[in-house]
């Protein structure tokens, strides 16, 4: 996990460690995190970041989702349990602190508090883009997110965690703060009495690959991935139904 939380000087609050040129946010000597649930407010960043991850994959062209149809699928009107249903964990950053989090009943969740001190300068350079409409703080960015949910086996009496995806925006990343995201989702996991995180560890990727080993997860070698879907899937559509017709 990431350092723990260091409250600051009043000299270190000073926000000549961000410099803003040509909408950009340079932040240099410490950035300041926060682990949260995702609201119907950050649709548009959530649409943005599930785009770009297909863009980092070279799978655009499979990307069909909207800012409705996720609206849809993430922010129901009559939701699952909390962490049953798709959820996302969005990690800000912000070149100041952030307020200690009251325990926000109404979320389920308590905003975690990290700081990390920086080796070289990060800058965010769509400011305007991935600014953060969660509260007033206005130098707070949308660095990442982690998009995960609950899954069953018969192999166990209590469902555990699928965790679908974890992606950064380029410039926060090889900072940690990958463990800090994958870290909250698997405490959640330990605390709330599920069993298991599951997913997808792609092979070719050796750093991510390595992450994930390093995160205590087990590969298990003897199973491959499978997936029905496209056209191979929609030769099973209304299949009962023409059966019946022709008996």
């Known amino acids: 996990m990431a350092p723990a939380l260091q409250q ?43 785009y770009q991850i297909h863009v ?55 905003p975690v508090l990290t700081t990390f001190d920086l080796k070289f300068p990060v800058v965010e350079g769509q400011v305007e883009e991935f600014r953060s409409k969660y509260d007033d703080k206005s130098d707070a960015y949308i660095a990442g997110y982690a998009f995960f949910y609950a899954n069953y086996s018969c192999f166990n009496d209590k469902p ?7 992606y ?36 070719w990727n050796k750093k991510s690959y390595d992450f994930y080993i390093n995160m205590g997860v087990e590969i298990f070698d003897e199973f491959r991935y499978g997936k029905l879907h496209g056209e191979n899937l929609q030769k099973y559509a209304d299949k009962g139904k023409i059966e019946e017709e022709t008996c």
Do not use: W
């Open 56 to 110: 980092y994959h070279n799978y655009t062209h499979l990307y069909k989702a909207t800012e409705s149809s996720l609206a849809n699928l993430l922010f129901k009107e009559n939701p699952l349990p909390l962490f049953y249903g798709p959820s996302v964990l969005l990690l800000e950053v912000s070149p100041t602190p952030f307020n200690e989090p009251k325990n926000t009943t109404n979320e389920g969740f308590k």
């Open 160 to 166: 555990g965690f699928y965790f679908e995806s974890l």
């Open 168 to 203: 950064f925006r380029e410039s926060y990343r090889k900072l940690g703060m990958g463990k800090l995201l994958f870290g909250t989702v698997s405490s959640i996991a330990a605390d709330n009495g599920f069993v298991s995180v599951d997913g997808i560890v792609a092979v």
């Open 8 to 50: 600051p000087t009043p000299s270190e609050t000073i926000i000549t460690d961000a410099s803003s040129e040509n909408n950009n946010v340079t932040i240099t000597g410490k950035i300041y995190t926060r682990v949260r649930l995702a609201t119907k407010s950050d649709l548009s960043h959530i649409y943005q970041l599930f």
